[in-house]
């Protein structure tokens, strides 16, 4: 029937909110949050099908096409607002519901046929993400050492391993401390070790608000645990009060 969307059309458009709401669905399944791979994806072919709808009804019975479209940024609001919680006096989900919005504009862009401003909208959301995150992590710990009064304590952690485990012992205690909101790292040195030339020692010097030994300890334990290290520990190197 004239001006009805073509099956061949059709299909496109939803392969296309398939593949772009799937991108986005698995940097977010990939970081473990709650709404992730299907979700997403779902939303975007959810958006991408009502658009085709709307427009097959415009072609049908006449009318605005685009009141639809506008019920569908009304209708996801619903779904972000049941995946954020209150937790105490901090607000959890915003992200997530924010990246569902996101992926209904995909869906919504390639329902309308616009594959190039759907697949520039895909790349964004995701790399805000990547690019995003250790920024907003990095600015959320250099945030708490602004008070007026801070007393700043200074630890180092001293890994000894062999040469063949390095890049992966050096890893797993970058990205720990980076995931830890108290710890900031200040300084990280690698050096051969004199008695055995396979081996090479790490030393890592962290700053944290306070005493808080309990994070190193748990750091120490946590890398023996994962990985066959020779040897490691920490100790307290000082500690100042700013103003």
């Known amino acids: 029937m004239d001006g009805f969307i073509e099956l061949t059309d059709y299909v496109l458009r ?63 609001g619903f779904i ?67 008070k007026t009064k801070v007393k700043e304590t200074y630890y180092q952690v001293f890994i000894q391993s062999t040469l063949s485990i390095e890049s992966n012992v050096r890893s797993w205690v970058l990205n720990h401390i980076e995931a830890n909101n108290q710890l900031l790292i200040r300084s990280v040195n690698r050096n051969v070790s004199e008695i055995k030339p396979d081996e090479i020692i790490i030393q890592v010097e962290v700053a944290t608000i306070g005493e808080q030994e309990n994070l190193l300890e748990n750091l120490v334990t946590g890398l023996t645990m994962k990985h066959e290290v020779t040897q490691a520990g920490w100790k307290l190197v000082g500690s100042e009060t700013e103003y």
Not at 34 to 40: S, V
Not at 81 to 102: E, P, Q, S, Y
Request: proline share 2%; aromatic share 6%.
């Open 80 to 146: 972000g607002a049941g995946v954020i919680m209150k937790d105490g006096f901090n607000v959890r989900g915003l992200n997530t519901a924010a990246t569902i919005w996101c992926s209904a504009a995909v869906g919504t862009l390639a329902g309308m046929g616009l594959f190039f401003e759907s697949l520039i909208t895909t790349a964004a959301v995701v790399l805000s993400h990547l690019i995003l995150r250790p920024i907003s992590n990095r600015l959320s710990k250099l945030s708490a050492y602004q």
């Open 14 to 76: 939803i392969g296309t909110a398939f593949l772009l709401g799937g991108i986005i669905g698995f940097e977010r399944q990939w970081q473990q949050k709650n709404a992730g791979l299907r979700t997403n994806t779902l939303v975007a072919i959810g958006a991408a099908s009502f658009v085709l709808l709307s427009v097959d009804l415009h072609s049908l019975a006449g009318g605005d096409p685009g009141r639809v479209t506008a019920q569908i940024v009304t209708g996801i």
